[in-house]
C-alpha cells in the first residue's frame, strides 16, 4: 500500500458547536434546521442516517433514542438528551400531520432533506454563528465536521472508545482512535504531567525532629 498523510480531523469547540445550532427561531424552517442539527450533534449519525430518520423511528419516554440506520444496512439505537427530546415533541406539536412512516425532517415537499439541503442549511448556520465566533469563517464546516465534533466531546468527557465506537456505528475501535490524534489539548495534558528535562528534582528532606527521632527509635 502506499505511504500517504492522514488529514487531521476537524471538529468544533462545545462554545462553537452550540453557536451553530442556534436558537429555534419563529418560521417552520427555522425550527427545523435547529432540530436537525441539534440531532446531528447529539446522536454523531452520518448525513444519510439523520435524513433517513422517520417519526416511528423516534422513541420518547423515560428512556428516549433515536433508531439510525447506518452503513450496510445496519441499526443502532442512540439515546437523546431531554433538551432534543423537547426540541422533537415541539415539531411534532407544530406538524401533528406527520404520520409515523414520515420523515421526521422533511423538506416543503414533505420528502426527507437531501444531503444538499442539510449542507445547504448548516452553511447558513455557520455564516449566522461566525458573527459571534469569527474563527468559523475561517473554516470549512460539514455536517461530517459535527459528527467528529460529537466523537472528540464524548472523548474529552472521558468516554471509552468502545462506546463511542458503538455511539458512532464504526465497526473498528481502530476508527475511533483517530479522535485522539486530533486532540492537541488532550496531548498537552499529558505533557504536562510529565517533567521536563531541565527540572531538577528535589529530595525529600525532613524537618520535624521528633518524627525523625521516633523512626530512629523503632
Known amino acids: 500500500m502506499k505511504r500517504f498523510e492522514r488529514p487531521m480531523?476537524?471538529?468544533?469547540?462545545?462554545?462553537?458547536?452550540?453557536?451553530?445550532?442556534g436558537e429555534p427561531g419563529d418560521t417552520w424552517t427555522s425550527q427545523r434546521d435547529h432540530l436537525l442539527l441539534t440531532m446531528l450533534y447529539n446522536t454523531g449519525a452520518r448525513v444519510s442516517e439523520i435524513i433517513g430518520v422517520k417519526v416511528g423511528d423516534v422513541v420518547l419516554g423515560e428512556s428516549a433514542c433515536v433508531h439510525l440506520r447506518g452503513?450496510?444496512?445496519?441499526?443502532?439505537?442512540?439515546?437523546?438528551?431531554?433538551?432534543?427530546?423537547?426540541?422533537?415533541?415541539?415539531?411534532?406539536?407544530?406538524?401533528?400531520?406527520?404520520?409515523?412512516?414520515?420523515?421526521?425532517?422533511?423538506?416543503?415537499?414533505?420528502?426527507?432533506?437531501?444531503?444538499?439541503?442539510?449542507?445547504?442549511?448548516?452553511?447558513?448556520a455557520v455564516a449566522c454563528a461566525a458573527k459571534t465566533y469569527s474563527s468559523l469563517a475561517k473554516r470549512s464546516?460539514?455536517?461530517h465536521t459535527i459528527r467528529h465534533t460529537t466523537a472528540m466531546h464524548l472523548l474529552?468527557?472521558?468516554?471509552?472508545?468502545?462506546?463511542?465506537?458503538?455511539w458512532?456505528?464504526?465497526?473498528?475501535?481502530?476508527t475511533t482512535h483517530r479522535y485522539v490524534?486530533?486532540?492537541?489539548?488532550?496531548?498537552?495534558?499529558?505533557?504536562?504531567?510529565?517533567?521536563?528535562?531541565?527540572?531538577?528534582?528535589?529530595?525529600?528532606?525532613?524537618?520535624?525532629d521528633a518524627l525523625m527521632r521516633f523512626l530512629q527509635e523503632l
Not at 422533511?106 to 444538499?116: A, L, Y
Open 156 to 166: 474529552q468527557s472521558g468516554v471509552a472508545f468502545s462506546v463511542i465506537a458503538l
Open 71 to 124: 452503513k450496510g444496512r445496519k441499526q443502532r439505537s442512540t439515546p437523546l438528551w431531554k433538551s432534543t427530546v423537547q426540541a422533537i415533541r415541539a415539531w411534532l406539536r407544530r406538524n401533528p400531520k406527520l404520520g409515523t412512516d414520515a420523515a421526521l425532517l422533511p423538506n416543503r415537499d414533505g420528502n426527507p432533506m437531501t444531503r444538499f439541503n442539510v449542507t445547504q442549511r448548516l452553511n447558513i
Open 181 to 208: 490524534e486530533a486532540d492537541l489539548a488532550m496531548k498537552e495534558k499529558a505533557l504536562a504531567r510529565l517533567q521536563e528535562p531541565e527540572t531538577t528534582i528535589c529530595r525529600y528532606h525532613p524537618t520535624d
Open 9 to 21: 480531523l476537524g471538529f468544533m469547540t462545545r462554545e462553537e458547536m452550540l453557536a451553530v445550532i
Open 141 to 143: 464546516i460539514s455536517p
Open 168 to 174: 458512532l456505528g464504526h465497526e473498528s475501535t481502530m
